[in-house]
């Protein structure tokens, strides 16, 4: 009885463990009331990723730069091919850059401004995080992803939403207009803007998309 009792506290520890805020025990413990229920380890995970969804639309308030700090720490401590961490990772929540080359990206497609609650190019988030990869190393863009997810998982657990967004970054790359925005965000030289990745805290909640199970089976 003592073992199972003792077995119990365990895995609530190590569930609440996983449920802060902080990569690699740097993030500070949330108070767990009695009355809550605590999950074991493997469901409070499992739990977070079947329940992520990809968030288009943001209440303004920002996310602060702790716990966009935490968010980005989980990022890089993806696995990467090679431990090469061949990434390059931008944090803006500098609301004149955001209006800034959202004012570019209107010029060149004015018609985004006909929906009245249009903001910023980035669903209206308040924070973008721009991720480039090293085109030099054929594995470069898988390790960004995993990279990517790591940070929007990390970020749903503590009610942050997201969205990846390829459309600003295909835009910035592609219009000789953005340049000096792309400039400003200090890419190692040879490197490209892969992808964005929006957060903030979620002002819908969007219920899931089906997925298609027969794309994935065991071979004999």
């Known amino acids: ?82 431990n090469l961490q061949s990434w390059a990772v931008r944090a803006v929540d500098s609301q004149d850059f955001i209006s800034g080359i959202t004012e570019i990206y209107l010029k060149e497609n004015p018609k985004a401004a006909d929906d009245p609650s249009f903001r910023n190019m980035f669903r209206n988030a308040p924070t973008v995080v721009f991720v480039a990869c090293d085109p030099g190393y054929d594995f470069s863009q898988v390790d960004c992803g995993l990279l990517g997810e790591n940070m929007m998982l990390a970020a749903w657990s503590m009610g942050i939403g997201s969205c990846c967004l390829g459309g600003p970054a295909r835009f910035m790359t592609g219009s000789p207009a953005a340049a000096e925005y792309l400039e400003r965000l200090d890419f190692p030289e040879g490197y490209r803007l892969l992808y964005c990745i929006a957060f903030g805290y979620p002002d819908e909640t969007p219920a899931a998309k089906p997925r298609d199970p027969s794309k994935v089976r065991f071979i004999d």
């Open 1 to 82: 009885m003592k073992l199972r009792t003792t077995a119990k506290i365990s895995a609530a520890i190590i569930a609440a463990g996983i449920l802060l805020p902080g990569c690699g025990g740097n993030g500070a413990a949330q108070k767990l009331k009695e009355t809550e229920t605590v999950q074991p380890a493997s469901e409070a995970v499992i739990s977070n990723i079947m329940s992520r969804r990809s968030i288009r639309r943001y209440k303004p308030q920002p996310v602060g730069r702790d716990t966009m700090q935490t968010i980005l720490s989980c990022g890089i401590n993806a696995p990467n091919g090679q």
